[in-house]
Protein backbone atom coordinates (compact mmCIF):
# COMPACT_ATOMS: atom_id res chain seq x y z
CA UNK A 1 0.00 0.00 0.00
CA UNK A 2 1.75 3.29 -1.21
CA UNK A 3 1.96 6.09 1.27
CA UNK A 4 -0.33 9.07 1.07
CA UNK A 5 1.09 12.43 0.15
CA UNK A 6 -0.12 16.31 0.42
CA UNK A 7 -0.66 16.90 -3.21
CA UNK A 8 -0.89 20.70 -4.14
CA UNK A 9 -3.97 20.22 -6.98
CA UNK A 10 -5.06 23.83 -7.77
CA UNK A 11 -4.21 27.68 -7.43
CA UNK A 12 -5.89 30.65 -7.19
CA UNK A 13 -4.97 34.74 -6.78
CA UNK A 14 -5.94 37.72 -6.59
CA UNK A 15 -4.42 41.55 -6.31
CA UNK A 16 -5.73 44.57 -6.51
CA UNK A 17 -6.00 46.86 -9.06
CA UNK A 18 -4.23 50.27 -8.01
CA UNK A 19 -0.61 49.68 -9.19
CA UNK A 20 1.79 52.07 -7.31
CA UNK A 21 5.09 52.25 -9.31
CA UNK A 22 7.97 53.80 -8.62
CA UNK A 23 7.59 56.35 -10.85
CA UNK A 24 4.60 57.37 -8.23
CA UNK A 25 6.96 56.96 -5.15
CA UNK A 26 9.49 59.24 -6.55
CA UNK A 27 6.80 61.92 -5.92
CA UNK A 28 5.94 60.75 -2.26
CA UNK A 29 10.00 60.09 -0.49
CA UNK A 30 13.07 60.84 -1.79
CA UNK A 31 13.73 57.74 -4.07
CA UNK A 32 13.90 57.09 -7.85
CA UNK A 33 13.24 54.14 -9.88
CA UNK A 34 16.88 53.40 -10.50
CA UNK A 35 17.51 53.27 -7.22
CA UNK A 36 14.61 50.84 -6.59
CA UNK A 37 15.10 48.93 -9.29
CA UNK A 38 18.80 48.16 -8.72
CA UNK A 39 18.33 47.52 -5.00
CA UNK A 40 15.51 45.14 -5.09
CA UNK A 41 14.18 44.43 -8.54
CA UNK A 42 10.99 45.59 -7.91
CA UNK A 43 8.96 48.11 -10.58
CA UNK A 44 5.85 48.37 -8.60
CA UNK A 45 3.43 46.62 -6.92
CA UNK A 46 -0.28 46.45 -6.23
CA UNK A 47 -2.39 48.63 -3.28
CA UNK A 48 -5.80 47.81 -1.73
CA UNK A 49 -7.21 51.00 -1.13
CA UNK A 50 -10.57 50.56 -1.01
CA UNK A 51 -11.82 52.04 2.69
CA UNK A 52 -12.84 49.06 4.86
CA UNK A 53 -11.46 46.39 2.93
CA UNK A 54 -8.55 44.40 4.22
CA UNK A 55 -6.67 41.23 4.11
CA UNK A 56 -10.07 38.90 4.56
CA UNK A 57 -11.12 40.46 1.23
CA UNK A 58 -7.95 39.39 -0.93
CA UNK A 59 -7.89 36.22 1.16
CA UNK A 60 -11.75 35.40 -0.13
CA UNK A 61 -11.06 36.92 -3.60
CA UNK A 62 -7.78 34.52 -4.53
CA UNK A 63 -9.72 31.82 -2.91
CA UNK A 64 -13.14 32.30 -5.28
CA UNK A 65 -10.89 31.89 -8.05
CA UNK A 66 -9.04 28.72 -6.76
CA UNK A 67 -12.84 27.22 -6.28
CA UNK A 68 -14.16 28.55 -10.11
CA UNK A 69 -10.83 26.83 -11.76
CA UNK A 70 -11.15 23.91 -9.63
CA UNK A 71 -14.83 23.45 -9.74
CA UNK A 72 -14.70 22.28 -6.42
CA UNK A 73 -17.86 22.46 -4.29
CA UNK A 74 -16.97 24.92 -0.83
CA UNK A 75 -18.83 22.44 0.93
CA UNK A 76 -16.66 19.72 0.61
CA UNK A 77 -13.60 22.16 1.77
CA UNK A 78 -12.55 21.00 5.43
CA UNK A 79 -10.30 22.83 6.73
CA UNK A 80 -9.45 26.72 5.43
CA UNK A 81 -5.81 27.86 6.89
CA UNK A 82 -4.92 32.07 6.09
CA UNK A 83 -1.50 32.77 6.30
CA UNK A 84 -1.34 36.23 7.27
CA UNK A 85 0.92 38.92 9.14
CA UNK A 86 -2.06 41.36 8.48
CA UNK A 87 -4.99 39.99 9.85
CA UNK A 88 -8.59 42.07 9.71
CA UNK A 89 -8.62 42.75 13.00
CA UNK A 90 -7.26 41.46 17.17
CA UNK A 91 -9.04 38.46 18.17
CA UNK A 92 -11.42 37.62 15.63
CA UNK A 93 -10.25 35.17 13.11
CA UNK A 94 -9.28 36.21 9.41
CA UNK A 95 -9.60 32.49 8.08
CA UNK A 96 -13.52 32.02 10.14
CA UNK A 97 -14.76 34.55 8.14
CA UNK A 98 -13.00 33.76 4.59
CA UNK A 99 -14.18 30.29 5.37
CA UNK A 100 -18.18 31.92 5.64
CA UNK A 101 -17.75 34.10 3.06
CA UNK A 102 -16.81 31.30 0.57
CA UNK A 103 -19.43 29.31 1.44
CA UNK A 104 -16.90 26.55 2.94
CA UNK A 105 -19.65 25.83 5.90
CA UNK A 106 -18.55 22.32 6.63
CA UNK A 107 -14.83 23.39 7.50
CA UNK A 108 -12.95 24.58 10.22
CA UNK A 109 -10.53 27.44 10.40
CA UNK A 110 -7.58 29.30 11.60
CA UNK A 111 -4.73 32.06 10.81
CA UNK A 112 -1.08 31.27 11.12
CA UNK A 113 1.27 33.91 11.33
CA UNK A 114 5.13 33.85 11.35
CA UNK A 115 5.20 36.57 8.87
CA UNK A 116 7.22 35.80 5.46
CA UNK A 117 7.29 32.40 5.76
CA UNK A 118 3.41 31.94 6.87
CA UNK A 119 2.78 30.49 3.72
CA UNK A 120 5.89 28.32 4.14
CA UNK A 121 4.86 27.20 7.17
CA UNK A 122 1.35 26.73 6.30
CA UNK A 123 2.27 24.33 3.76
CA UNK A 124 3.83 21.63 6.35
CA UNK A 125 0.79 21.97 8.52
CA UNK A 126 -1.64 21.63 5.68
CA UNK A 127 0.02 19.23 4.14
CA UNK A 128 0.42 16.57 7.68
CA UNK A 129 -3.08 17.57 8.07
CA UNK A 130 -3.85 15.73 5.14
CA UNK A 131 -1.33 13.28 5.46
CA UNK A 132 -2.71 12.26 8.65
CA UNK A 133 -6.04 10.73 6.27
CA UNK A 134 -8.60 12.73 8.74
CA UNK A 135 -9.00 15.17 5.95
CA UNK A 136 -9.00 15.12 2.02
CA UNK A 137 -9.53 18.79 1.34
CA UNK A 138 -7.45 21.68 3.17
CA UNK A 139 -7.47 25.13 1.33
CA UNK A 140 -4.24 27.33 2.23
CA UNK A 141 -4.83 30.97 1.38
CA UNK A 142 -1.52 33.19 1.57
CA UNK A 143 -2.92 37.13 2.10
CA UNK A 144 -1.83 40.35 3.28
CA UNK A 145 -2.53 43.62 3.04
CA UNK A 146 0.87 45.07 4.40
CA UNK A 147 0.05 48.64 2.55
CA UNK A 148 -1.72 48.63 6.12
CA UNK A 149 1.79 48.84 8.02
CA UNK A 150 3.42 50.66 6.44
CA UNK A 151 4.58 54.80 6.35
CA UNK A 152 4.60 55.75 3.07
CA UNK A 153 7.06 58.56 4.05
CA UNK A 154 9.72 55.80 5.35
CA UNK A 155 11.62 54.91 2.07
CA UNK A 156 13.29 51.84 3.71
CA UNK A 157 9.89 50.48 4.20
CA UNK A 158 7.72 51.69 1.33
CA UNK A 159 9.44 50.86 -2.07
CA UNK A 160 9.46 47.13 -0.61
CA UNK A 161 5.96 45.91 0.30
CA UNK A 162 2.44 45.05 -1.55
CA UNK A 163 -0.56 43.76 -0.94
CA UNK A 164 -2.34 40.27 -2.44
CA UNK A 165 -3.30 36.57 -1.41
CA UNK A 166 -2.77 33.25 -3.08
CA UNK A 167 -4.80 30.32 -2.68
CA UNK A 168 -3.89 26.70 -3.26
CA UNK A 169 -5.87 23.28 -2.42
CA UNK A 170 -3.85 20.30 -0.78
CA UNK A 171 -5.35 16.67 -1.47
CA UNK A 172 -4.26 13.54 -0.71
CA UNK A 173 -2.55 11.73 -3.01
CA UNK A 174 -1.03 8.14 -3.82
CA UNK A 175 1.64 8.33 -6.61
CA UNK A 176 4.52 9.99 -3.98
CA UNK A 177 3.37 13.36 -6.02
CA UNK A 178 3.24 16.33 -3.25
CA UNK A 179 4.93 17.50 -0.78
CA UNK A 180 7.97 15.70 0.17
CA UNK A 181 10.78 17.17 2.80
CA UNK A 182 10.66 20.55 4.66
CA UNK A 183 13.86 21.97 6.79
CA UNK A 184 12.01 24.66 8.98
CA UNK A 185 14.00 26.98 11.73
CA UNK A 186 13.39 30.12 14.15
CA UNK A 187 15.14 32.08 15.78
CA UNK A 188 13.26 34.92 17.89
CA UNK A 189 16.09 37.25 18.94
CA UNK A 190 15.73 38.48 15.76
CA UNK A 191 12.79 40.06 16.21
CA UNK A 192 13.93 43.28 17.14
CA UNK A 193 15.42 43.84 13.41
CA UNK A 194 12.07 43.33 12.10
CA UNK A 195 8.79 44.25 13.29
CA UNK A 196 5.04 46.48 13.90
CA UNK A 197 5.90 46.73 17.70
CA UNK A 198 2.30 48.53 18.86
CA UNK A 199 -0.94 46.66 18.41
CA UNK A 200 -0.03 43.80 20.47
CA UNK A 201 -0.08 42.64 23.97
CA UNK A 202 3.27 43.92 25.00
CA UNK A 203 2.94 47.68 23.23
CA UNK A 204 -0.35 48.22 22.74
CA UNK A 205 -1.41 50.92 20.86
CA UNK A 206 -2.48 54.41 22.65
CA UNK A 207 -2.53 57.93 20.53
CA UNK A 208 0.92 58.88 21.51
CA UNK A 209 1.99 55.34 20.02
CA UNK A 210 0.34 56.08 17.08
CA UNK A 211 0.86 59.73 16.51
CA UNK A 212 4.61 58.47 16.70
CA UNK A 213 4.19 55.85 13.83
CA UNK A 214 4.84 53.15 16.44
CA UNK A 215 2.05 50.88 14.62
CA UNK A 216 4.30 50.79 11.36
CA UNK A 217 6.49 48.40 10.37
CA UNK A 218 10.41 49.10 11.32
CA UNK A 219 13.20 47.04 9.41
CA UNK A 220 17.30 47.29 10.34
CA UNK A 221 17.90 46.81 6.27
CA UNK A 222 21.25 45.35 6.61
CA UNK A 223 20.92 43.14 9.36
CA UNK A 224 17.98 41.67 7.77
CA UNK A 225 19.25 41.60 4.29
CA UNK A 226 22.76 39.65 5.74
CA UNK A 227 20.19 36.70 7.57
CA UNK A 228 17.74 36.44 4.83
CA UNK A 229 20.28 36.06 2.04
CA UNK A 230 22.67 33.42 4.65
CA UNK A 231 19.55 31.59 6.25
CA UNK A 232 17.39 31.15 2.56
CA UNK A 233 20.27 30.07 0.77
CA UNK A 234 21.10 27.82 4.10
CA UNK A 235 17.66 26.02 3.98
CA UNK A 236 17.65 25.51 0.23
CA UNK A 237 21.14 23.50 0.63
CA UNK A 238 20.20 21.67 3.54
CA UNK A 239 16.47 20.28 2.03
CA UNK A 240 18.55 19.36 -0.96
CA UNK A 241 21.30 17.14 0.75
CA UNK A 242 18.25 15.98 2.66
CA UNK A 243 16.88 14.24 0.17
CA UNK A 244 20.04 13.40 -2.34
CA UNK A 245 18.66 16.18 -4.87
CA UNK A 246 21.64 17.76 -6.84
CA UNK A 247 20.91 20.90 -9.33
CA UNK A 248 19.63 18.92 -12.18
CA UNK A 249 16.84 17.43 -10.41
CA UNK A 250 15.52 20.71 -9.17
CA UNK A 251 13.05 21.98 -11.70
CA UNK A 252 12.07 25.32 -10.16
CA UNK A 253 12.73 27.31 -7.10
CA UNK A 254 9.91 29.14 -5.70
CA UNK A 255 11.75 31.83 -3.26
CA UNK A 256 10.00 34.08 -1.46
CA UNK A 257 9.81 37.90 -3.02
CA UNK A 258 11.63 40.09 -0.70
CA UNK A 259 14.66 41.27 -2.57
CA UNK A 260 15.70 40.26 -6.10
CA UNK A 261 19.39 40.00 -4.78
CA UNK A 262 18.11 37.36 -1.99
CA UNK A 263 16.49 35.44 -4.92
CA UNK A 264 19.69 35.63 -6.83
CA UNK A 265 22.15 34.04 -4.32
CA UNK A 266 19.84 31.35 -3.15
CA UNK A 267 19.65 30.07 -6.50
CA UNK A 268 23.64 30.50 -7.35
CA UNK A 269 24.37 28.59 -3.90
CA UNK A 270 22.42 25.67 -5.28
CA UNK A 271 23.83 26.71 -8.70
CA UNK A 272 20.04 26.58 -10.36
CA UNK A 273 19.37 28.72 -13.74
CA UNK A 274 18.03 31.17 -13.86
CA UNK A 275 15.87 30.24 -16.43
CA UNK A 276 14.51 27.72 -13.14
CA UNK A 277 13.89 30.47 -11.01
CA UNK A 278 10.40 31.89 -10.56
CA UNK A 279 10.30 36.03 -10.16
CA UNK A 280 7.59 38.16 -10.09
CA UNK A 281 8.69 40.19 -7.32
CA UNK A 282 9.12 43.03 -9.95
CA UNK A 283 5.63 43.32 -10.45
CA UNK A 284 3.86 43.38 -7.11
CA UNK A 285 7.13 43.63 -4.84
CA UNK A 286 6.90 41.79 -1.17
CA UNK A 287 3.18 40.22 -0.26
CA UNK A 288 4.95 38.75 2.28
CA UNK A 289 2.48 35.97 2.92
CA UNK A 290 1.04 35.99 -0.41
CA UNK A 291 4.65 36.10 -2.38
CA UNK A 292 4.93 31.73 -2.66
CA UNK A 293 1.31 31.39 -4.14
CA UNK A 294 1.32 34.07 -6.44
CA UNK A 295 4.32 32.38 -7.84
CA UNK A 296 2.57 29.42 -8.48
CA UNK A 297 -0.34 30.93 -9.81
CA UNK A 298 1.82 32.84 -12.56
CA UNK A 299 3.58 29.92 -13.38
CA UNK A 300 0.96 27.40 -13.52
CA UNK A 301 0.71 27.22 -17.17
CA UNK A 302 5.06 25.84 -17.04
CA UNK A 303 4.63 23.68 -14.42
CA UNK A 304 4.49 20.01 -15.44
CA UNK A 305 3.51 16.88 -13.04
CA UNK A 306 6.55 15.64 -11.16
CA UNK A 307 8.22 18.84 -11.74
CA UNK A 308 10.67 19.49 -8.60
CA UNK A 309 9.87 22.48 -6.94
CA UNK A 310 12.26 24.00 -3.90
CA UNK A 311 10.21 26.53 -1.88
CA UNK A 312 12.19 28.82 0.36
CA UNK A 313 11.45 31.94 2.20
CA UNK A 314 13.14 34.37 5.49
CA UNK A 315 10.80 36.60 7.64
CA UNK A 316 10.39 38.68 10.96
CA UNK A 317 10.81 36.23 14.37
CA UNK A 318 13.11 35.33 12.48
CA UNK A 319 11.41 32.47 11.02
CA UNK A 320 12.42 30.63 7.28
CA UNK A 321 13.22 27.33 6.02
CA UNK A 322 12.67 25.41 2.78
CA UNK A 323 10.56 22.60 1.65
CA UNK A 324 10.86 20.09 -1.30
CA UNK A 325 8.02 19.41 -3.42
CA UNK A 326 6.75 17.53 -6.35
CA UNK A 327 3.88 19.07 -8.51
CA UNK A 328 1.10 16.53 -9.33
CA UNK A 329 -0.67 17.96 -12.28
CA UNK A 330 -0.67 19.45 -16.13
CA UNK A 331 -2.15 22.76 -16.03
CA UNK A 332 -4.87 22.91 -18.87
CA UNK A 333 -4.02 26.60 -19.59
Known sequence: MS????????????????????????TMVDTNDEWITSRTGIKERRILKEEGKGTSYLAIKAAQDLISKKGIDPKDIELVIVATATPDMKAASTASFTASEIGAVNAFSFDLDAACSSFLYGMSVASSYIESGRYKNVLLIGADKMSSLINYKDRATCIIFGDGAGAVLFEPNEE???????????????????????????????????????????QEGRTVFKNAVFNMADAAVKILERNNLTNDDVDWLAAHQANKRIIDATAQRINLEEEKVMINIHKYGNTTSATLPLLLNDYESQLKKGDNIIFAAFGGGFNWGAIYLKWAYNSEN
Open 176 to 218: NLGFQNEYLRSDGTGREFLQAKHGGSSFPSTPETMEAGGHYAF
Open 3 to 26: KTSAAITAVGAYVPEYVLTNQILE
